[in-house]
């Protein structure tokens, strides 16, 4: 059976959608609720237990999106900037040893 | 003309003439109260609780426990209690028969006039209210949290609460609002309870309702209203702060999306309890009182965690409609169809693989973010002033933090009295 993944969203505007573009991941965005761009970088099981326990404002919206939601915006920031830095959503390993 | 509220009682503000009241206080113990008990007190004075007069006896709180009604056969859901421990009540020295001051913020606020002091098992006042006796439900947290006894008695203001800016313009109490809607003609006014910051799922709630409530009324001219009614009360981090709920209500208006002629926005101080379906009866009684004819209930309205089934509320309002003088409108979800390219309702869209609905979650991540999202998702007039609530009132915040929490703008100030 696949792992389970769980979205983090990063919405994106146009100053963002720009560094994409430049590092070639534009096409990584997808829209939601009424074309508001976001990209979405994933956690598995144990990367989101530890994303809850280390930052506790966030919460995982088990009702109706299933993503980790309500991380302070300082640390969506660095998501995105590893994000750019690396050309690759695929940052959560590196990103949560630094925690 | 009388104004009668819930039970077919007359409202009678409990206030005290300020000449008579510093008399009539003379040498009376006086007794510090918590927010909790201020804002019921105010709940009590000005009518919004009608036909409380003051805080409850055994016999009402048994009637609501074993039958959800006051012992005057008048139904009533939540229990509105005063509490105080062993200890107090000796330190005191207060008796059934005596009359004390209760204080807020140092200063005197209300004549209480004790007539019963009495114990009361709290898990069965869990058990009635909260339809559960889990002390991880905030209701019962709150219940557990009361001292060893209940004292009942009548209630007066002696010391009109200062309502501080920018609340000020939203403290509309029942005799006063019922006076503002005959001003603007409406016949019909339907409530929208809220704790929230609105994104245009909500606007659509209203706008639903309002449609729902206008029915069969000739349109010639302005009939029916929308009324917010805020519910301010105790808060938890992560809250929206008071000041963004109650100013970005209010912009909805002013930017347009309603007007002078079908919206108001106003607010009521409870500590909410979670109580689901007994809430919604209580938030029924008290939008009777402040004259409305018409209530909104969405959604698992006032619930918490999976206490109560999403329509528990509806259920019990059918239940007991004959005893209450407002009309419940039942709305459905809004969401957004990126295929209608519109905010529509589920019981009107049929693309529902395509449907976007709304999160109250990911529009909180999205103000995190401060990243503005689309006018068809969030005004940007409301957005704006969200960021300008979070500087300007929120220690750069528009979420409850630590330091709003200890250093805030009161809601209401109890002044010495003149």
């Known amino acids: ?99 | 003309m009388a104004e009668i509220g819930h039970g077919g009682k007359e409202i009678v503000e409990r206030i005290m003439d300020p000449a008579q009241a510093k008399e009539k206080i003379k040498g009376l113990k006086e007794i510090p109260i918590r927010s909790q008990i201020a804002n019921e007190v105010i709940g009590i004075a000005y009518g919004f609780f009608s036909p409380l007069e003051g805080f409850m006896g055994k016999a009402d709180l048994d009637g609501i426990c074993k039958n959800m009604h006051l012992a005057n056969g008048v139904l009533w859901s939540i229990p509105i209690l005063f509490d105080l421990s062993d200890a107090e009540i000796s330190d005191y020295g207060i008796k059934v028969g005596d009359s004390v001051v209760l204080t807020y913020q140092g200063n005197p606020m209300a004549l209480f006039e004790i007539e019963e002091i009495y114990e009361y098992d709290k898990k069965t006042i869990c058990q009635a209210v909260y339809g559960t006796t889990d002390d991880k439900h905030p209701g019962c947290a709150r219940t557990y949290a009361y001292k060893d006894k209940f004292i009942a008695g009548k209630i007066t203001l002696v010391n009109k609460p200062i309502i501080n800016p920018p609340y000020d313009p939203y403290f509309i109490p029942p005799l006063e609002m019922r006076k503002r809607f005959k001003e603007k003609g409406w016949v019909r006014v339907v409530a929208h309870q809220t704790r929230n910051v609105p994104h245009t799922g909500h606007e659509w709630l209203m706008k639903g309702a309002w449609l729902q409530t206008y029915g069969e009324l000739p349109i010639d001219k302005p009939l029916v209203g929308v009324l917010v009614n805020a519910i301010i009360g105790e808060k938890r981090k992560g809250d929206y702060i008071d000041e963004a709920i109650i100013l970005t209500q209010d912009e909805l208006r002013k930017s347009g999306y309603f007007g002078d002629h079908n919206h108001l926005t106003s607010l009521t101080f409870w500590d909410m309890r979670y109580a689901g379906p007994k809430e919604a009866i209580f938030h029924a009684i008290l939008r009777t009182n402040l004259g409305l004819t018409h209530h909104m209930f969405g959604r698992d309205h006032a619930g918490v965690g999976t206490y109560y089934g999403p329509y528990d509320a509806h259920i019990l309002l059918e239940q007991h409609k004959n005893e209450l003088s407002i009309t419940p409108v039942y709305s459905m979800n809004w969401l957004y169809c990126p295929h209608c390219g519109e905010v529509t309702s589920e019981g009107l869209c049929n693309h529902k693989n395509e449907w976007q609905k709304f999160s109250g979650t990911v529009i909180r991540s999205i103000i995190l973010d401060g990243v503005k999202p689309p006018r068809l998702i969030f005004r940007p007039e409301v957005f704006d002033l969200v960021m300008e609530c979070a500087e300007k009132y929120g220690f750069g915040s528009p979420f409850v933090t630590d330091e709003y929490l200890q250093n805030r703008i009161p809601v209401f100030t109890i002044p010495p009295l003149a």
């Open chain 1, 1 to 99: 059976m696949a792992e389970e993944k769980y979205p983090i969203n990063i919405w994106i505007n146009e100053e963002r959608y720009e560094k994409l573009k430049a590092v070639g991941l534009a096409n990584m965005c997808e829209e939601m609720l009424a074309g508001l761009k976001v990209l979405r970088v994933y956690a598995n099981d144990a990367q989101k237990d530890k994303i809850l326990k280390v930052f506790p404002t966030a919460k995982f919206d088990s009702a109706t999106t299933k993503s980790i939601e309500l991380l302070p915006r300082e640390v969506k920031d660095k998501m995105f900037d590893m994000v750019i830095e690396k050309k690759s959503i695929d940052i959560m390993e590196e990103f949560l040893s630094k925690y």
